[in-house]
C-alpha cells in the first residue's frame, strides 16, 4: 500500500465524523434525535437513502453478478422506481396526514399498540440479522485489501474500528448527521466507482469494446424457465421488484425515517422517487465496471483467474491493478459504504426502540436517571454491541453477499407490506385478525426459507415479498373465517 494510499484513508477515517457531527446542529430532544427536526432538504434525503439501502455488499457483488450476467440488476432497478412511486403516493399521504416519526406508529393508531410493537420488534430482529450480514461481508474485503497490501489487521479490529467511528457521530449527531453523512459517503464511493469505469473503459483495446458492444451483457433481464427461481426475469424483476420497494420504502423504519424528515410532502416524494433513479445510475455503473474486467480478461470465466467467488472480482482488481490514490479512494469508498448502512441502521433501530416502546423506555430511563435524550443515545450504544456480536457470529455465506443480505431482510417484509395494506385500504379488518396472521406469515415465510435451502431450490429473492403478502391474505382471511366460528 502506497503512502498515498494511507493519507487518503486516514484523512477519510478523521475527518468525516467530525463533518458529520458539525453538520448534524444540536440535539436538544429525543424528536430531534431521531426525527432531524423534519426539516432537512429533498436533496440530501435522496442521497441519504441511496447510500443507506446501498452498502459494500452492493459495492463488491454487482459488478461480480454484472461478468457473468451483465446488467440484470439495472433491470431489477426499473422494478425499485415502480415501487417507490407507488408508495410515494398510496403510502406517504397517510403517514404525513397522521404525523408519525415511527412508521410502526400508523399501524398503533389502526390497530392498536400490540399490533405496532409486534411489527416493529419484527423490524428489530430482523435488521439485527440483516445488518450483521452486512457488517461482516462489509470487512472482509477490506480486511483481504489491506493485507494483500502489507497491512494485515484482525477482522475483530477492523469491525471495531468501523463501528467505533460510525457510533461517534451517531451517537451524537442524530438523524441529521446520519443523513448528511450518508450524503458524503455516497458522494465518496460513487467517485471511485466513477474513476474504475473510466479506467477501465481508457484501457481497454478497441477490440475488448467491441467484443462487449455486441455481447449479450446489455440485457436487462434474463430469459430463464426457472420462473420463481430466477430474480431477474422480467416479471422477478419488475413486479417482484416493485412489490419489495414498496415493503422496504413503504414499511421499513430504515428507509421511512428518512422519508419522514421531509420538510412537507412534496419533498418527501422527491426524494423517495428520486433515490430510485440514481439507485438504478448507481447500478448500471458498478454493472459497467463487471463488464469492463469481463472484456479486459478476455472473457475468462472466474474460475480460471482464481476466484472461487465473484465477490472477489472487484477486490482483486482494487488490490492488484488500480494506480496509488485511486485504491485508497476505493479503499475508503467501502468503508464509507459500510458506515452508511451501519449508522442509518443505528439510528432507526433507536427510533424503533425509544418510540413503539415508549412506556417502557420512559420507566427505564427513570430508574437509570437519565433524561429522555441520555437514554436515547444509550439505546444507540446498546443496538451497536449486538451489531457487532451478529456480525462476529456470521460465518461466510455462498454466492453474491447482496442476493443473501435482501433475502434475509425480504423474509418479513411481505408480512408488514401485508399489515399496512389491511391498515390503509380495509375499513373491516380487526387486530384479532391481523396479528395471528402477520405472526403466521413471518414464521411461515422464515420456515419455507429453511426447508428449501438444504435442497439447493431456494426461492427467487424478489419473490420472498409477493409470497409474503399471499401469506399475509390467507392468514387474515382464515383469521377472520376462525372468529366467526368462535367469536
Known amino acids: 500500500m502506497s503512502a498515498i494510499d494511507i493519507a487518503i484513508i486516514c484523512l477519510y477515517c478523521l475527518t468525516l465524523p467530525f463533518i458529520a457531527f458539525a453538520l448534524s446542529g444540536r440535539q436538544d430532544s429525543v424528536s430531534t434525535y431521531v426525527g432531524g427536526g423534519h426539516d432537512l432538504p429533498w436533496w440530501v434525503i435522496c442521497l441519504s437513502l441511496v447510500a443507506t439501502e446501498t452498502s459494500t455488499l452492493t459495492i463488491i457483488s454487482i459488478p461480480g453478478i454484472a461478468y457473468g450476467s451483465g446488467m440484470v440488476f439495472v433491470g431489477l432497478a426499473v422494478g425499485y422506481v415502480i415501487g417507490r412511486a407507488l408508495v410515494a ?6 403517514y404525513f396526514s397522521g404525523q408519525v416519526s415511527s412508521v410502526y406508529q400508523y399501524l398503533g393508531q389502526r390497530f392498536g399498540p400490540a399490533m405496532e410493537r409486534t411489527v416493529s420488534a419484527t423490524f428489530l430482529v430482523m435488521r439485527v440479522l440483516a445488518e450483521g450480514i452486512r457488517l461482516f461481508a462489509g470487512m472482509l474485503p477490506v480486511a483481504a485489501i489491506m493485507a494483500s497490501m502489507h497491512l494485515p489487521l484482525p477482522q475483530w479490529v477492523i469491525m471495531l474500528a468501523i463501528t467505533g467511528l460510525t457510533l461517534f457521530y451517531t451517537m451524537f449527531g442524530g438523524l441529521r448527521a446520519v443523513v448528511w453523512s450518508d450524503a458524503l459517503q455516497l458522494a465518496v464511493y460513487a467517485v471511485g466507482a466513477a474513476a474504475c469505469m473510466g479506467l477501465l473503459y481508457h484501457q481497454a483495446t478497441d477490440m475488448q469494446i467491441h467484443a ?10 434474463h430469459k430463464s424457465a426457472q420462473f420463481f427461481l430466477d430474480p431477474y426475469t422480467p416479471c422477478a424483476a419488475m413486479i417482484g421488484g416493485a412489490i419489495m420497494a414498496m415493503a422496504s420504502h413503504g414499511t421499513d423504519q430504515l428507509l421511512v425515517q428518512r422519508v419522514l424528515a421531509a420538510r412537507n410532502l412534496h419533498d418527501a416524494r422527491k426524494a423517495l422517487v428520486g433515490s430510485g433513479v440514481m439507485v438504478g445510475c448507481l447500478f448500471a455503473m458498478l454493472s459497467l465496471v463487471g463488464m469492463l474486467l469481463w472484456a479486459r480478461n478476455d472473457e475468462k470465466p472466474l474460475a480460471a483467474m482464481g476466484l472461487q467467488a465473484s465477490d472477489a472480482l472487484f477486490p482483486a482488481f482494487i488490490v ?3 494506480p496509488p ?4 479512494l476505493l ?3 467501502l468503508l464509507s459504504a459500510t458506515m452508511g448502512s451501519l449508522s442509518a441502521t443505528l439510528n432507526a433501530m433507536t427510533s424503533a426502540t425509544v418510540l413503539d416502546f415508549a412506556a417502557p423506555c420512559r420507566a427505564l430511563a427513570r430508574c437509570m436517571g437519565l433524561s429522555a435524550l441520555a437514554f436515547a443515545r444509550v439505546v444507540t450504544l446498546l443496538w451497536a454491541v449486538v451489531l457487532v456480536c451478529a456480525a462476529l457470529a456470521f460465518a461466510r455465506c455462498h454466492g453474491p453477499t447482496v442476493v443473501f443480505g435482501l433475502s434475509v431482510a425480504s423474509c418479513s417484509y411481505g408480512a408488514m407490506l401485508g399489515a399496512f395494506v389491511f391498515a390503509m385500504f380495509s375499513r373491516h379488518a380487526l387486530t384479532r385478525e391481523v396479528l395471528p396472521a402477520f405472526v403466521m406469515t413471518v414464521v411461515t415465510v422464515c420456515g419455507l426459507m429453511m426447508l428449501w435451502h438444504p ?4 426461492i427467487a429473492f424478489t419473490w420472498l415479498v409477493p409470497l409474503g403478502v399471499i401469506v399475509m391474505f390467507i392468514c387474515a382471511l382464515g383469521s377472520r373465517a376462525v372468529g366467526k366460528i368462535w367469536p
Open 455 to 458: 435442497y439447493g431450490a431456494t
Open 325 to 328: 490514490g485511486l485504491a485508497g
Open 212 to 221: 462487449l458492444r455486441h455481447s449479450n451483457r446489455f440485457h436487462l433481464f
Open 320 to 322: 492488484h491493478d488500480l
Open 89 to 94: 403516493w398510496l403510502f406517504l399521504p397517510r
Open 331 to 333: 479503499i475508503a469508498g
